[in-house]
C-alpha cells in the first residue's frame, strides 16, 4: 500500500495524522521517541514508526514504505531531518509540503536575535535572573555563562534532557522538569517562585506556548528574548491544515 510520509513528533503533527487518516488516506508517521506514540489516533490507516532518520534511513524508508508524498511537520528548529527529507524528495521526485506553524508578530518589547551565538557572545544574560526555556540541546552553549550569570533552565522530563543540562551547570535547583502545554498560570507561579528577570524562548508560535510567555513576560514586567527560527529553503510550506489534505489527496 502506498502511503503518505508525516514527519512527526510535535503537537500539530498529531493534528495533522488525525485528519489524514479520517480521510482514509494511508499514513505513515515517524517519530524520534517511542514515548510519544500513545498521542497519535489508533487507525487501520496509520503506521507509526520510532527512531532517529538519517538520509539513507529516509532513503531506504521511502522505498520500503512505498511513499508517494512528505507532509513535514517537525519541530521549527528539527532542520536536520526537513533538510534530509528535502534532499532525498528531490533525488526521487516524491512531492514535499512543510507545515509550518505562524509566525507570531514582532513586538518593541521583544528583543528578537538571529541565533544562540548571538545571545551568547552579546551582554544581554548579565545581572539577569534567567530563565532559559528552549529545549536541552542548547544548553551546552551557556556553560560559559554559570559563573556570570544565574540561569534556570526548563526541560523535558527526560532522562537525556537532565544529563545533559546538569553537564551544562545547572544545579538542581534550578532546573524544573515539564511537559508542555504550560498554562499562563504555572508559567507565572514559577517565574514569580525563582524571580526571574529575564526569559530566553524559541520563536515557537502560539502552539509552542510563545504567546502566553509574552502575556506573562507582560504582565510580570519580564524581558523577554525570542531565537528566530533556522532558515530553511522549504519547496513549498503552508499554515493551514486544509492545504494539507488537499495536497494528501493530489498525490493519493
Known sequence: MRKIWLIGGTRDSVIIAE????????????????????LYPRSPYLTIKTGTLNTDKIRLLCQQEKIIAIVDASHPYAVQISRQAITVSQENYIPYLR????SLPPSPEIITLDNFDTLIKGNYLQGEKTLLSVGYKPLPLFKIWQSRAVLFARVLPKIESLEVAIKAGFSSDRLIALRPPVSAELEQALWRQWNISLVVSKASGRQGGELIKRLVATELGVKIII??????????????????IRFCYQYS
Open 19 to 38: 485528519s489524514i487518516v479520517s480521510e482514509r488516506l494511508a499514513c505513515l508517521v515517524t517519530v524520534a521517541t517511542e514515548n510519544v506514540q500513545i
Open 99 to 102: 507545515y509550518e506553524r505562524a
Open 227 to 244: 531565537i528566530k527560527r533556522p532558515l530553511v529553503s522549504y519547496p513549498q510550506q503552508t499554515y493551514q491544515l486544509s492545504d494539507i
